[in-house]
């Protein structure tokens, strides 16, 4: 029995904490039987073993009486990059719990479950649902729509150096004025709607014009300005940051993927780029 959990990307731009596409890396998790103690074998560094494990201890979270088993985690989403890794690890571990105690949860259930140990809803409700998915996390629970996501390239340029989320985070302010918000918000709404349109040129556009996020974490991550010096030469719509960073998410015609990516690796060859597609299934079983 295997798990399969694809990557994500958040925010998109302005759609802070709130924006969230599933992508096509993955982390898998096969079940191989019981055992007289937690076990998960992967093969990174610095992450737990048994039920210290964030995979484990999220199962154990939803269903503490499971029975130990032996698993095997493998995944090509890097840790720490705004790939959505955590994520990945959290709906993994819902998931684990969901089979082996035979607890039958539904969609809703695994969203709501995920987003109180996640925090909030962008990067868990695409790994769940697939697709592109918009989400709040209200007092009285989690407001959702999935979209389908306009066809376009999508490259990921992946940076050499980890950027921890609760890093990314300190540079943020505390407070913005009511006209720089209201502002912030009229993007995001435009952004929205290009979207669900297919209007790619206009998204792309004011998708780098978000005011909530990029601004204070752009000295961050140099490579987001060193992809958008490249945007008229290389006929892109848009670079933004994935998640916190430090990957570059770059939407771009679907015709010219391979080619744009063959010249960001050439350009940035200190970052991993790949092609990636959009996860329109979520969280499954194989």
């Given at each position: 029995?295997?798990?399969?959990?694809?990557?994500?990307?958040?925010?998109?731009?302005?759609?802070?904490?709130s924006?969230?596409?599933?992508?096509?890396?993955?982390?898998?998790?096969?079940?191989?039987?019981?055992?007289?103690?937690?076990?998960?074998?992967?093969?990174?560094e610095?992450?737990?073993?048994?039920?210290?494990?964030?995979?484990?201890?999220?199962?154990?979270e939803?269903?503490?009486?499971?029975?130990?088993?032996?698993?095997?985690?493998?995944?090509?989403?890097?840790?720490?990059?705004?790939?959505?890794?955590?994520?990945?690890?959290?709906?993994?571990?819902?998931?684990?719990?969901?089979?082996?105690?035979?607890?039958?949860?539904?969609?809703?259930?695994?969203?709501?479950?995920?987003?109180?140990?996640?925090?909030?809803?962008?990067?868990?409700?695409?790994?769940?649902?697939?697709?592109?998915?918009?989400?709040?996390?209200?007092?009285?629970?989690?407001?959702?729509?999935?979209?389908?996501?306009?066809?376009?390239?999508?490259?990921?340029?992946?940076?050499d150096?980890?950027?921890?989320?609760?890093?990314?985070?300190?540079v943020?302010?505390?407070?913005?004025?009511?006209?720089?918000?209201?502002?912030?918000?009229?993007?995001?709404?435009?952004?929205?709607?290009?979207?669900?349109?297919?209007?790619?040129?206009?998204?792309?556009?004011?998708?780098?014009?978000?005011?909530?996020?990029?601004?204070?974490?752009?000295?961050?991550?140099?490579?987001?300005?060193?992809?958008?010096?490249?945007?008229?030469?290389?006929n892109?719509?848009?670079?933004?940051?994935?998640?916190?960073?430090?990957?570059?998410?770059?939407?771009?015609?679907?015709?010219?993927?391979?080619?744009?990516?063959?010249?960001?690796?050439?350009?940035?060859?200190?970052?991993?780029?790949?092609?990636?597609?959009?996860?329109?299934?979520?969280?499954?079983?194989?």
């Amino acid at each position: 029995m295997r798990i399969i959990v694809p990557a994500t990307t958040a925010n998109l731009g302005p759609g802070f904490d709130s924006f969230g596409l599933a992508l096509s890396m993955y982390l898998e998790l096969e079940i191989v039987g019981k055992s007289t103690q937690w076990i998960i074998e992967h093969n990174l560094e610095n992450l737990a073993t048994d039920e210290n494990n964030l995979i484990i201890k999220t199962a154990l979270e939803v269903c503490p009486e499971l029975d130990p088993h032996k698993v095997k985690m493998t995944t090509d989403i890097p840790l720490a990059r705004g790939l959505g890794s955590s994520s990945s690890a959290i709906v993994a571990g819902i998931e684990l719990a969901n089979q082996l105690g035979r607890l039958a949860l539904t969609k809703e259930e695994k969203l709501r479950i995920a987003s109180k140990i996640e925090g909030h809803p962008d990067n868990v409700a695409p790994a769940i649902l697939g697709s592109f998915v918009v989400a709040s996390q209200l007092e009285d629970g989690i407001y959702y729509t999935r979209h389908d996501f306009p066809k376009c390239g999508m490259i990921a340029v992946i940076p050499d150096y980890q950027l921890l989320t609760k890093v990314s985070r300190n540079v943020l302010p505390d407070r913005l004025t009511y006209e720089y918000a209201v502002e912030a918000s009229s993007i995001s709404n435009v952004v929205l709607s290009s979207l669900i349109t297919g209007d790619l040129k206009q998204a792309g556009l004011l998708m780098e014009q978000d005011k909530w996020h990029e601004p204070f974490r752009n000295a961050l991550v140099p490579e987001l300005n060193q992809v958008r010096a490249l945007k008229k030469s290389l006929n892109i719509y848009t670079a933004v940051l994935s998640g916190a960073g430090p990957t570059v998410l770059v939407l771009c015609p679907l015709e010219d993927k391979e080619k744009i990516a063959i010249i960001l690796q050439e350009k940035l060859n200190d970052s991993l780029v790949k092609t990636l597609e959009v996860d329109e299934l979520g969280v499954r079983m194989l």
